[in-house]
């Protein structure tokens, strides 16, 4: 982190445990991200990034520790109420349970504008919900209003959910393995989208377990193994050249991160994986 860069998520001493008598699924997290930053929490399944995840947007509350997101702490959603400012929002795994498949797509986001902005008009909804699809990628926009989840295809609702997440105008987005149910061809197009919202000056905290992606995507990589950071460095160095046991076997196992890291390393495990869908 630079000196001109401002932290906008700060994790100090934070742990997790779900039962008393259970290892800790975060044990004294140390942690700062800065503002407009990408930064992927890597690890296996187990290994805290979702816990960590779910703690900055309110989804869980720590045992010990402290989190602030833009300078306060993540307020737990059962105390949220209507127009308060929600700095983190969390674009979900599950692009097919994430979204209500009975309301169209126009409302859906209506509604988490109409909560987070109560004194909006109605053409100033109207206007954000449009807003919100262009921005995403879904365009025309008024193709998408009155569509149900079921009429999307899973990158088109991927793209919904992020939008879904943009309207409270969040300063931190929270991307928990957001392409892992994805088709291959869109899985980069929705990479692409994330680096978008940096390019924006949103901060981007991208949870996967998929190195490649990490490696094309963020501008930092932090290695989780049993609730501990075990690494955390710049992709070139964490991937490129890994000093921890731990990540060292998690880059043994991604096939092509021997390649350069970039767009040809993700384009080496897409063609990787291509392959496999075809067998």
């Known amino acids: 982190m630079t000196a001109e860069s401002t932290p906008m998520i700060v ?30 929490v890597v690890g296996e399944s187990g290994s805290g990034k979702s816990t960590m995840g779910r703690m900055l947007v309110g989804l869980t509350t720590p045992t010990a520790g402290e989190i ?3 300078g306060t702490p993540p307020e737990p959603v059962s105390r949220r109420r ?10 979900f795994q599950d692009v ?15 509604e988490v504008h109409r909560v987070a902005h109560p004194n909006a008009s109605r053409a100033e909804r109207a206007d954000a919900v449009t807003s ?12 998408y209003l009155r569509r149900r989840p079921d009429d999307l295809s899973g990158g088109q609702r991927q793209r919904v959910g992020i939008a879904r997440a943009l309207a409270t105008d969040p300063r931190v987005i929270v991307a928990d393995e957001p392409t892992s149910m994805l ?4 899985r980069r197009e929705i990479l692409d989208l994330l680096a978008g919202l940096r390019d924006d000056g ?12 990490a490696g094309y995507l963020a501008d ?60």
Do not use: W
Request: hydrophobic letters at 40%; a negative charge.
């Open 11 to 40: 994790l100090r001493g934070v742990e997790k445990r779900y039962r008393r008598d259970a290892p800790p699924a975060l044990a004294g997290i140390d942690l700062e991200i800065a503002e407009g930053t990408i930064v992927a």
């Open 220 to 279: 930092r990589v932090v290695v989780l193994h049993r609730g501990t950071i075990v690494e955390d460095g710049e992709p070139d160095q964490v991937l490129g050249a890994p000093q921890h046991p731990y990540t060292q076997s998690l880059a043994a196992a991604s096939p092509g991160l021997q390649l350069e890291l970039g767009h040809d390393a993700l384009a080496a495990t897409d063609a990787a994986n291509d392959e496999q869908d075809e067998r």
């Open 96 to 110: 097919y349970g994430s979204l209500n498949p009975s309301q169209s797509i126009g409302f859906q986001l209506a």
């Open 202 to 213: 949103v901060t981007v905290v991208y949870i996967t377990h998929d190195l490649l992606s």
């Open 82 to 91: 209507r127009g308060r400012e929600r700095p983190a929002q969390m674009v």
């Open 183 to 186: 088709d291959v061809s869109v």
């Open 68 to 70: 602030e997101v833009a």
């Open 132 to 143: 919100l699809l262009e921005r995403v990628g879904l365009r025309p926009a008024d193709a």
